[in-house]
């Protein structure tokens, strides 16, 4: 079964900071990855995806994920992060049918 | 519709009562999923339906919880006899096509269920 590994649940920074979000995935199949976001009192919104062709996936928001096949990795970056950013975000690998997902990580952004 | 649609948004309930929870997925989305949220344990799947496909129940944490999909759109999730354990929200979510496509899959908002 596939799992979904998430550093530092909570993080907190001020705005214009940068921020990477670590995300380790272990799955033997054809990999998909996602990472969703999830801000204060709304539902799951998709940020960004991954299933083949260029490693450094651009999404909504100015948020960007690289793919590491070598590290079975697909962490987060935004180099600049905006108030607005607070939110929950979780990384999520496909595979059997299903999405499994990370715990998420907490960030919280300083104005 | 627009989007993944959920209802009851809000449901509290007493224990040892049934619940049903609702979802409609979105327009000609043939896969299907329902999802558990809840603090420290995060997202767990429950259950998937894809097509007339018989459903994928691994998730169901145990016989007081089933699901039914009636003619491949509007699907129910049922709990019976709640406990306390069971307060959390129930996601649902779907997509254009289930397997391990690349399809992205939508959330609704949720059903936030209190066992009391």
């Known amino acids: 079964a596939q799992s979904v590994s998430q550093h530092n649940h909570h993080v907190i920074l001020s705005e214009a900071a940068s921020l990477e979000l670590g995300c380790n995935y272990s799955y033997g199949g054809t990999v998909n990855l996602f990472w969703y976001v999830q801000y204060p009192g709304q539902h799951l919104q998709l940020l960004l995806k991954y299933f083949s062709g260029d490693p450094l996936v651009k999404g909504i928001k100015g948020f960007e994920a690289e793919f590491i096949k070598s590290k079975f990795s697909f962490n987060l970056r935004k180099p600049s992060v905006q108030w607005s950013d607070t939110a929950e975000y979780f990384c999520?690998?496909?595979?059997?049918?299903?999405?499994?997902f990370g715990k998420g990580n907490q960030v919280v952004v300083i104005p | 519709g627009a989007g993944v649609s959920q209802s009851p948004s809000n449901k509290v309930t007493e224990k040892g009562k049934d619940v049903e929870l609702r979802c409609d997925p979105i327009?000609?989305?043939?896969?299907l999923y329902w999802y558990r949220q809840s603090l420290g344990q995060g997202l767990e799947f429950l259950i998937y339906?894809?097509?007339?496909?018989?459903?994928?129940k691994s998730g169901l944490p145990s016989d007081r919880f089933s699901a039914e999909r009636t003619g491949g759109s509007v699907s129910t999730l049922t709990i019976q006899r709640t406990q306390q354990e069971d307060s959390a929200v129930y996601l649902c979510?779907?997509?254009?096509?289930?397997?391990?496509?690349?399809?992205?899959?939508?959330f609704g908002e949720g059903s936030w269920l209190t066992v009391v």
């Open positions: 979510a779907s997509s254009f096509q289930g397997g391990n496509s690349g399809n992205t899959i939508y």
């Open positions: 999520a690998v496909k595979g059997n049918n299903r999405l499994a």
């Open positions: 327009s000609g989305h043939t896969a």
């Open positions: 339906f894809q097509g007339n496909s018989a459903p994928d």
